[in-house]
């Protein structure tokens, strides 16, 4: 059996997901809002959007999942956008809040 993957593992991943508005990984906004691991290694990643209109939304999906897969030992990804709780700048890392002006 292979090792488990953890959630660590997965966000660090993610991490390497930039939103190009922006130019912060999609961690750091604050936009992910959980990963779960099952006993398989198949992840589901819970995120948002800073905007439900979000032009991106396909394309940042996506490469969340990519991200996710480049983890060794993951078999599958489920990424599931949500609107609730509805993003917010203080949601962001303290760098990104700076970055944008709301620190």
Request: aromatic fraction near 6%; proline fraction near 4%.
């Amino acid at each position: 059996m292979s090792e488990k993957v953890t959630k660590e593992q997965v966000y660090d991943a993610i991490r390497k997901v930039i939103d190009p508005e922006v130019g912060f990984n999609l961690v750091e906004m604050g936009l992910i809002y959980d990963v779960i691991v099952d006993d398989e290694n198949n992840v589901k990643v819970i995120m948002t959007l800073s905007t439900r209109g979000c032009p991106l939304h396909q394309m940042l999906t996506q490469w969340v999942k990519d991200a996710a897969m480049t983890v060794p030992g993951v078999k599958d990804v489920d990424v599931e956008v949500v609107w609730e709780p509805a993003w917010n700048i203080s949601m962001a890392e303290d760098n990104v809040k700076k970055a944008l002006g709301a620190l």
